[in-house]
C-alpha cells in the first residue's frame, strides 16, 4: 500500500518502490517526520520519538522536533514553511493536526503547473489537514505517491477559514527534516551561458540558501537542492532530493540545527512574495517534487526524468519523436531576409532537416535588439510575402515551420508601450530600468494576458507554425504593478507567474499541434513549471560544444534529455571563439534534442556530406535518446573526460557518448565504465562488429582510443544480441 494509516499510534506511512516517508502525530497535535529513506517494512517506529523525549537544553523540546510543518515563534528557529500575520500584528502560527483523507489519483492544481496521472491507480494521495486553532488558518498538506514511479509529491493549501484577513509571509512546499548532519549539499550553480554547473560542497552545521529573487528561476540557481552521504556518487549511495514545480522566484535551503538534525525547504521566495489571505480563500502553493535515491545521482536522475517525460510534459509532442531542427539566430541574427532565410532552408532540406526556427527579427521594425517587442506584425520589408507566405514556402520544401516570440516583454520603442505605457512591470515615480532595452509586461494584469494570448495567437492561426520557441530575455527590477492595491503590491511576481500559466495553458491547448519550446536568453527559466507547458527548453546560450558538456551534464540531474535543445553551430564558437570539430559538436548535440544554428547555405561540400551523415545518425537512434535512460559516467566537473550512455526503453540499444578536452602526451589508457546493462547479455558494437559482455563493458569497462589534439569524441552504438 502507498499509503497506510496506523490509528493506534496515528502514524502515516507513504511508500514507493523502494522510499519510505513517515509521519507522526503526536499527542499535542504536532505533526513530526520520522523517517525519509530507503523503503522499510511497514510497522512501528514511532519509538523514535523517544530520542527526543529528554532534550534538555536552553531551547524548548518543541524546537528540537523533526516538525513536519515548521512555523515562526514556536522554539523553530529555522525557515518556517508557513507562517501568517494576523490582524494582531503578530506572525505566531500554531498548526496541529485536525484530520486526513487518503484517495487513489492525484487532483490538479488550480493556475498552476503540476504532474499528473492518467488514472487513478498511478498514485495515491494523502491530505493532511492541520490548523491554527486561533486564526482558524488550516494547513492542508497533499502528498502524492506515485509508487511505480518511485517519487512523492508535495503541497500545501492554505485556507483561512477564520473571520479576518491573514497575510501569509511564508509559504514553502516542503520542509523535510533529515536525522543527522554529516551530509554533503548539491545545487546547480551557474550564470548565463554557464547554466547549472553542479556543486557540491560539505554543509557542515551551516545554513545555506539556494534563491533566485529575479521572477524567473534564472540562470544562477536552478530549483533544485540535494543533500547526500559523504560516500554518495553517480552510482550508489543515499541521496534526497527536491526540486520546485514553478517558474519564479524560489527558496531553498539546507539547515543544520544545533542538535545536528538537518532539513531541507523548497517553495517561493518570501522575500519577494507575501500574500493577502482574505477570510475564506484559499492559497496554493507550487509542488515540491521530491526524490530519494539509493542509487546515487543517476537513481535520483531516472526517477526525475520519467516522471517528468511522462506525467509533468503533456501534449501531442510529449511522446513523438521531436524533429531535428535548423535555427537561424546564430546563423544570420537580424541580418535576415526571405531569400537568405530560404537558401538556409533549401540546404537544411537537403541534409535531412525536419523543422525550419525563425528566431528574433521578424516583426515590427526590429533590427536590433532595441525596438518592436510587443508589436507581433510581420516585417513586410524584410519578408515581403509574410510569415504565412514564409511558412508556406517551406512547407512546400518538405519541413515544419516555426517561429521565435518574446510575448512577456514590451520595447519602449513599440507601439504597444506608446498605447499603453502603464502595462509593464513599474512604481510610479521611479524610473522603469530597461535591459537590453526591454522592459517586462505586467502579466499580473488580466488585460496583460488576453493582449498576448490574442497577438500569439493571431500568428499562429494565420500561418502554418508547427513549433513557437517562447523566449523571456530579462529578469524583473520594478516588480509591482500599477493595477494592484498597496497591500497586494508583493504579490505581484506570484501573480505574474500565474498570469502567465494561464497565457500558456491558453494557447498551448488552443494550439495542440504545435510543439514549444521554452527559453529564456538560453536557460534562464529551465524548470518543471515550464516543461508542463512546453516539453523542451533551450539549454544555453552557449553553444560551445565543450561548454556544453558540462552544462548538459548538469542539467541532466534533474532535466530528461528529451528536454533539452542541443544545436550544432559555427566553429569558431560565437560565446568562446573557441575551434572545435564538426564531429565534437555534433556528438555533443547528440546529447539533447539535436538541431543545428549556423548559416547552412555557407558551408563546405564536405561538412554539408558530414551534416547529412549525422542526421542520419540522429534519426535511426533518437528514439533511444530521447525516451531511453539516460546515465551519466564520467564527469567533466572531476576529469578532462565526460560520458554518458542511452539505453532504449526495451534494453536492447546502447548509444555511449565520450568526449575528452584536452590532449595529453603520453597519455595513460582512459576507460569508460559502462552502467545498468545485462551482465549475462553479449552486445555488439555496430561500427566494429565486436562483441562484448555486459559484464565487461560494466566492470572492465572500454578503452577509448589515444587521439591526438583537442576536443575529441566517440559515439559508440552497441547492440543486445
Ligand atoms: C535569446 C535566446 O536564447 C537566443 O537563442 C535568441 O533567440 C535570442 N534571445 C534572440 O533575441
Redesign the pocket.
Known sequence: MPVCYHAASKTFHLQGKTFSYVLAVREDGTLVNLYWGSRLPDGEITYLMDGYQGSASFDPLFGHLPLEMPTRGTGYYGTPAVCAMNAQGNDLTCLTYEDYTIASGKAAIPGLPATYVESPDEATTLIIRLRDKLTSLCADISYTVFEQLDVLTRRTALVNEGSEKLTLTHMQSASVPLYGRDYDLVHLKGSWARERAVVRTPLGQASVRVESQRGASGHEENPFIALCEKSATEHAGSVWSMNLVYSGSFLATAEVNNQHNSRLTIGLNPEVCRWQLAAGETFCTPEAVLVYSDEGFNGMSHRYHTLYRTRLCRGEWRDKPRPILINN?EGTYFDFNEERILAIAERAKEIGVELFVL??GWFGKRNT?NCSLGDWVVNREKLPCGIDGLAKKVNDMGLMFGL?FEPEMVSPDSDLYRAHPDWCLHVAGRPRTEARQQLILDLSRVEVQDYIIKAVSDVLGSASIGYV?W?M?RNMMEYFSGDQTPDKQMETQHRYMLGLYRVLETITSSFPNVLFES?S??GGRFDAGMLHYMPQT?TS?DTDAVERLAIQYGTSFVYPASSMGAHVSASPNHQTGRATTLKMRGDVALGGNFGFELDLSRQSPEDVTEMRRMVEDVKRLRLTLQQGTFTRLESPFESNFAAWQFVSADEQDVVLCCYQRLAMPNPASHRIFLNGLCAEAKYRDEKSGKIYSGAALMRAGLPLPRPMGDFTSWVYEFKRI
Do not use: A, R, T
Open positions: 539566430w528566431d528574433d535588439d521565435w520557441k523566449d530575455n527559453c536568453g538560453g533551450w546560450d
